[in-house]
């Protein structure tokens, strides 16, 4: 027998837990597309026997779409009625969500057909939860279903008051494991794992409520992720201490009169000797690739292979990796060993740009390219480094020093002082790594005139940009700031927007965009290259990509079409839709709430938002 | 208020039998379903009558607090509470009365969620305990009589209003602050907005955290003690579930096995097919 298997027909599935008097059961489901089938096959092939029970569904669903009109007519709307089943995911709009979760509580479902994601949140439970595999499914692929995953499952089942007994049942799947499900039962439940991370709306609130630096890393540091760090901090200042005792002590037992710093001094001196002499290339290859990684960079041209004479514009370098564009417009991707010559200039990265650079280069080629460095240059560098390190050393000693028996002892105490600074490092490094995602953003923010890095001020740019609680708020200041929202059309505006909120991968149809709207989004895109250029040379990583098929969907909702007629140009899923333009709409009310600073923006986004925010959207 | 448990669980009980149905003929594709009411029903096993036994709906009983839940009311009293209890053990019943009591006594309170369609629904819960004109809520698209003693929100909603009120704006006026859900701390997109929300909350507002079973819930109250100079009481939640769980496997014939066998271990009949199944892979 099988455990690992196709799963059951659904109507099969729960004909049998009905058998053993397991309904109603909530079946855990891969994919919101299986949910759907599930449902729908369940309701053809089975016919729920109790007329009183149809009778009460219609009638409640009836009452509802008084109240929720959107979900009147709805493609499933008989397979509930009829099967008494119904698939549940984030596909669906929040009514129809709605509804089934009441009739499911109202005990008028036999099953529900449902996405890991209903486990989080909604609570509606049932007498049994079937799971089908022992895996869930992400973006990329099949992964192992965690046990905190499985619990928010298990825990829909068993009604309180209305179940003796709740049940968990492994039903067949390819994905099926027993064993695995058994083992993750008894996993005790996760610990709370602190998410604190900077933004520039957190650091922007925080510096202009506290007018200063020091106060915005004193909040940072009451985060729960800094209160393990402090305990870390705790123990690497106690064996700090420890190590500098014994330092203390040993000087003192040996009777030298010399202070610790210059037991500390030496280990400093000798470690940056022996990292010079590991890090000091041996060969000529060696030196050339360590060249390349300095050199190589988004915007210069490189030469591919011995001859150099393919040429590859350079998006990103990365771990002795590059991606890029050849001349014909393909992408490239290729390891650093492949690049023969590196041409000096640095292009910009614009489509007609990079054009340009090509030209530039195969025009002036030989000119441009960069010297290669040459081993013995390299190696008199390091020598020479080495040289004035080992005279320090020697200064160090005998100039405080005149007994040898200290001269001993400061080489005996070495590795106490290795342990010494080791740990100073490590606090160092601790301290700062709370801080230091803020402070990234505030050079940032200071580049762009939102605040004043030196004065440790908000300025009055950055006021506003505070109040603007959105994704990427600065890349919308710098459009606002642009006057680019003032040159817009309302529908585009919209566009834009939804551009922006929408997940980055989602597809929400290819729907057709006018000159109009691609040439506001190119504008759009322009400002957030150059913010994701600071961004980028402040080690803060890309945002994502603009989503302009989500674009496409906003303008059209936002210049009237209806719901139905929208979702059916669209093909996106009414779920996905309802969030995205519910996400745009609450982005436009933000920006329509800066009345002061940028009135006309304003207004007209207060505008558009109405538009976006109307039934069934709201 | 008193309620009644069990409202619309009668019509399982005397339906069914506890057997497995074993249909005559292997069903084709088309068979399932309607038609497998005609199959004839085989004795359970021993194993399975004890899985299944006591299946059904307890009779109505008169609700009643459980002690946790009176155990955390007593001590919001003097300090902050952290509840971590499974979903469906009564976790929103502290805070309902709780924020019953604030009302009364003419004080407000603000009522957190991490999802708009939570707020909503909590907001008409709310409305339907307490009366529209006491209850208001604030959402990224909806705002709604906002000067309510009690307000029901998001909690990005909340933690912008304690920016403003620290930035000289609008003072939060509330005594009392729930953040439900509030494991949605460690969730990797939102979770520092509620790490801002209870790091920002003056000490003199009380906090009453909701959370879901977490396995390190003394150290998350030693830091919010830490953090805010406030006693914080760690209230877990009946220490079963409400409902007791049991776990089976169900084989592609429909047979049911249990999960585990009486010592509590993964029952060897599963182990056996696991094993088998491994070998016939390798083949």
């Keep these: ?618 | 208020m008193a309620f009644v448990r069990g409202k619309n669980g009668k019509r399982w009980d005397k339906r069914r039998s506890h057997g497995r149905r074993v249909t005559e003929k292997p069903a084709s594709k088309t068979d399932h379903g309607a038609n497998e009411r005609t199959t004839r029903v085989v004795p359970p096993s021993r194993e399975v009558k004890r899985l299944l036994e006591g299946i059904g709906t307890p009779r109505p009983t008169p609700f009643k607090p459980d002690p946790f839940q009176l155990e955390a009311i007593a001590a919001l009293e003097y300090e902050d509470v952290l509840v971590t209890a499974p979903t469906g053990s009564g976790k929103t019943w502290i805070a309902r009365e709780e924020i019953r009591r604030l009302l009364d006594s003419g004080r407000r309170a603000w009522y957190t969620s991490p999802l708009k369609a939570l707020t909503n629904s909590k907001y008409q819960e709310f409305i339907d305990e307490f009366g529209a004109a006491k209850v208001g809520i604030l959402t990224g698209d909806r705002k709604e009589n906002s000067d309510a003693p009690l307000i029901v929100g998001t909690t990005e909603i909340y933690r912008n209003q304690l920016f403003d009120s620290l930035r000289g704006g609008s003072e939060v006026s509330a005594d009392l602050v729930v953040l439900d859900e509030a494991h949605y701390l460690a969730d990797e997109e939102r979770g520092h907005v509620w790490e801002e929300a209870i790091i920002l909350t003056p000490p003199r507002i009380r906090l009453l955290l909701l959370s879901a079973t977490i396995g390190n819930a003394h150290e998350f109250a030693l830091w919010l003690e830490e953090i805010r100079g406030v006693r914080c009481g760690v209230i877990t939640g009946p220490p079963k579930r409400p409902v007791p769980l049991r776990s089976a496997v169900m084989l592609p014939d429909r047979r049911l096995l249990p999960l585990f066998n009486e010592s509590g271990n993964l029952n060897p009949e599963i182990v056996k097919l696991a094993a088998d199944e491994r070998r016939s892979d390798r083949r």
């Design chain 1, 1 to 618: 027998m099988k455990l690992r298997m196709p799963e059951m027909p659904s109507a099969t599935l729960l004909a049998a837990l009905d058998g053993y008097n397991l309904l109603p059961a909530i079946v855990f489901l891969p994919t919101r597309r299986r949910c759907d089938q599930a449902a729908s096959e369940a309701a053809l092939s089975r016919r729920d026997p109790n007329d009183k029970r149809r009778e009460a569904r219609r009638d409640f669903m009836r009452t509802f779409v008084e109240q929720h009109p959107e979900v009147r007519g709805h493609r499933h709307w008989d397979t509930i009625i009829r099967g008494g089943v119904a698939s549940h995911h984030a596909g669906h709009i929040p009514a129809w969500k709605l509804v089934i979760e009441k009739l499911m509580s109202a005990g008028l479902l036999d099953a529900i057909f449902a996405t890991a994601t209903v486990a989080a949140g909604v609570d509606f439970p049932a007498r049994t939860v079937v799971l089908t595999g022992a895996d869930a499914r992400s973006a990329s692929g099949w992964r192992p279903l965690s046990a905190s995953e499985l619990q928010q499952m298990t825990g829909r089942a068993g009604r309180r008051g209305r179940d003796n007994v709740g049940f968990v049942v492994a039903a067949p799947g390819i994905h099926q494991d027993p064993e695995r499900i058994a083992q993750l039962l008894k996993v005790p439940p996760d610990p709370l794992v602190s998410q604190f991370r900077a933004t520039y709306t957190t650091l922007l609130n925080l510096l202009d409520a506290y007018g200063s630096f020091a106060s915005v890393r004193e909040v940072a540091q009451r985060s729960f992720a800094y209160r393990d760090f402090s305990h870390r901090i705790t123990q690497l200042e106690n064996s700090r201490n420890e190590s500098e005792e014994k330092i203390r002590t040993a000087l003192q037992e040996a009777g030298c009169d010399i202070p610790i710093s210059v037991v500390l001094g030496l280990e400093r001196l000798l470690g940056a000797r022996a990292r010079l002499q590991e890090a000091k290339p041996q060969t000529r290859a060696e030196v050339f690739y360590r060249w390349l990684n300095e050199v190589v960079k988004p915007g210069r041209v490189v030469g591919i292979g011995r001859s150099g004479r393919r040429l590859v514009m350079v998006t990103e370098s990365r771990d002795g990796n590059v991606r890029g564009f050849r001349e014909d417009g393909s992408s490239a991707s290729f390891p650093h060993e492949r690049i023969g010559r590196v041409y000096s200039p640095v292009y910009r990265l614009k489509e007609e740009d990079i054009e340009r650079a090509f030209d530039d280069v195969r025009a002036r080629g030989p000119e441009l390219v960069l010297p290669e460095p040459r081993l013995r240059d390299a190696d008199a560098e390091e020598t020479e480094a080495l040289k004035i390190l080992d005279d320090s050393i020697e200064k160090l000693l005998p100039a405080s020093v005149d007994k040898q028996q200290c001269t001993d002892v400061i080489w005996q105490l070495h590795t106490t002082a290795e342990d010494f600074e080791r740990a100073s490092r490590r606090i160092e490094a601790l301290r700062e790594e709370v801080w230091q995602p803020f402070e990234q953003r505030a050079r940032v923010l200071a580049i762009f005139g939102y605040l004043d890095y030196e004065q440790e001020k908000v300025t009055d740019r950055g006021r506003w940009l505070a109040d603007l609680h959105i994704d990427r708020p600065l890349l919308v200041g710098e459009a606002l700031e642009n006057g680019l929202f003032n040159s817009l059309a309302p529908k585009e505006l919209a566009g834009i927007m939804a551009a922006l909120t929408a997940d980055e991968d989602r597809d929400y149809g290819e729907l057709e965009l006018d000159d109009d709207v691609v040439t506001s989004l190119a504008r759009f895109e322009d400002i957030g290259f150059k913010v994701s250029a600071e961004e980028w040379n402040h080690g803060l990583e890309p945002a994502p990509e603009l989503n302009f098929s989500a674009a496409g969907a906003a303008v059209r909702w936002a210049g009237g079409t209806d719901w139905s007629e929208i979702v059916r140009e669209t093909r996106a899923e009414e779920g996905d839709l309802f969030r995205m333009f519910s996400r745009t709409g609450e982005a436009l009310l933000q920006i329509a709430g800066l009345r002061r600073s940028h009135p006309q923006a304003a207004n007209m986004t207060a505008s558009v938002a109405e538009m976006v925010l109307r039934e069934p959207i709201r």
